[in-house]
């Protein structure tokens, strides 16, 4: 029997986060240079998104550059930009017919001229669609956003725009990246390892976590069918009783 058929869809995750990793260690056990580990996460990067679609998952959010990935080799860098408006330009038909909207978060200021203007080209073009949104986490920190959102609530406070007393979890939300993201239900980290690296810190509170040995290269439609039915299998509490649930 496929996996598949074990998906409840009526318990989807609304919004599935994925911390993509493993390319390197991919390359490595295959005897092939880093670049290539990172070319064949593209191909993972569109099974994932097809397969979201597919199932009906509403939001899908892939760290795709980290703040502290700046701090690479510079070729490596250079290399994860160009992979970056290649699949873009690639893929922008793809995102048209299946009506993904794509989204970016993080400090998009940081990119390359090039790899921004690519980038909200296809924002702009896929504003209108409304199946997925497709969010890449580019140039992003969780701890950034926190201190960007602080700031721009200061701002507001010091030009008597909104008060003190008024700040609670709804605004701090909105003035975020993800302002206009549901909450995180599903997390995902591949490769073995269990960190969470500066990723939606926030947006994660209740988040179920998920994390699969594979190499992001290696992960496919039958790893999201596990990820998915692990969630489903798992009771949400929310900080009730499980009693309080059942009745
Ligand atoms: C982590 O693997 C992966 C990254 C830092 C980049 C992720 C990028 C892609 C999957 C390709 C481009 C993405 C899009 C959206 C087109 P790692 O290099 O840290 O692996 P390692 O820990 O094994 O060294």
Redesign the pocket.
């Known amino acids: 029997m496929s996996l598949k058929s074990n998906i409840h869809s009526e318990n989807l995750p609304k919004h599935i986060a994925i911390i ?7 390359a490595k056990k295959k005897g092939f240079l ?1 670049a290539l ?2 070319e064949n ?2 191909r ?2 569109k099974t994932t998104v097809e397969c979201c679609v597919e199932l009906g998952i509403e939001n899908l959010t ?1 760290y ?2 980290s703040t502290e ?1 700046w701090n690479r080799p510079k070729l490596e860098v250079k290399t ?1 930009m160009q ?2 408006i290649s ?1 873009l330009k690639k893929e922008m038909n793809t995102l048209q017919k299946s009506s993904i909207r794509l989204n970016a978060i993080g400090n998009l200021e940081h990119l390359p001229a090039k790899v921004r203007k690519e980038l909200l080209h296809v924002i702009d073009k896929t504003k209108g669609n409304s199946r997925m949104t497709l969010t ?1 986490a580019l140039s992003y920190g969780s701890r950034d956003e926190l201190v960007n959102a602080t700031k721009l609530i200061c701002d507001k406070v010091k030009n008597n725009i909104i008060s003190a007393e008024n700040i609670d979890e709804t605004l701090i939300n909105q003035h975020l990246y993800t302002q206009n993201l549901p909450d995180v239900d599903l997390l995902i980290r591949t ?1 073995g390892e269990k960190r969470i690296s500066n990723f939606l810190l926030w947006q994660i509170a209740y988040a179920e976590l998920y994390f699969t040995d594979e ?2 290269p290696d992960f496919s439609k039958e790893s999201l069918y596990k990820a998915i039915h692990s969630f489903q299998s798992r009771e949400r509490r929310f900080g009730k009783t499980s009693e309080q649930l059942k009745s």
């Open positions: 993509m990793d493993g390319n390197g260690r991919w880093r580990g990172h996460g593209t993972s990067v892939l795709a550059f990935n994860l992979l970056l699949s890449l490769s190499l992001w």
